[in-house]
């Protein structure tokens, strides 16, 4: 009779261990989009000389606090933090508060410097509108025009920028750090 009390009790798991696993794989795999785009903002910045690196220190601290708040909230966000277990140890034995934003960074800044070093500065400057993701308020109408008339191939110019907007917002407008992440650990794309 116990043997089957455990696995109704294993198979009444199976379902939120499945939630679980869906819900980490969405906010790992928009993690990785997103911190991986932050590395290549912080090796533009300095590379290129252009914008300020704050901007997006400010948004591995916000996913920092986002991953702290949620794991208070449901122990399952923790799964997050799987590839960076002796890094959490050594920075709570430290007293730090970096998390998985943090050793995230840490781990794609070289890879995403070494690419810009083997390009070289120049070419690497030149891949991107730089200037227009780095420099707040550098977009204007104007810019832009003047962007896509140089380079008439860029046919996703506004879609780019919208979403290194959306990056760049999420370390100046950290009202989602303590949204509810019952259902999702980023905030909506608009």
Do not use: H
Not at 93 to 107: L, P, T, Y
Not at 165 to 173: A, E, H, K, P, V
Request: aromatic content about 10%; proline content about 4%; charged content about 25%.
């Amino acid at each position: 009779m116990r043997w089957l009390l455990a696995l109704l009790a294993m198979l009444a798991l199976v379902p939120a261990a499945r939630a679980d696993d869906a819900k980490l794989f969405k906010a790992g795999s928009g993690g990785a989009i997103i911190l991986s785009t932050v590395a290549e903002m912080m090796v533009a910045t300095g590379m290129c000389s252009l914008g300020d690196r704050e901007d997006w220190q400010k948004v591995v601290a916000a996913v920092d606090r986002r991953y702290r708040f949620c794991v208070t909230k449901d122990a399952a966000w923790s799964g997050l933090m799987e590839d960076f277990k002796p890094a959490e140890a050594k920075a709570k034995a430290e007293g730090s508060s970096r998390s998985w934003g943090s050793f995230a960074i840490e781990s794609l800044l070289g890879t995403r410097a070494a690419e810009a070093r083997a390009m070289g500065m120049m070419a690497y400057c030149a891949k991107m509108p730089w200037k227009l993701i780095l420099v707040p308020g550098a977009a204007t109408a104007e810019a832009k025009a003047e962007y896509m008339k140089a380079n008439p191939q860029a046919t996703t110019l506004e879609q780019g920028l919208a979403f290194f907007s959306y990056i760049r917002d999420l370390g100046s407008n950290t009202a989602w750090v303590e949204a509810p992440c019952d259902k999702d650990f980023w905030p909506e794309f608009k």
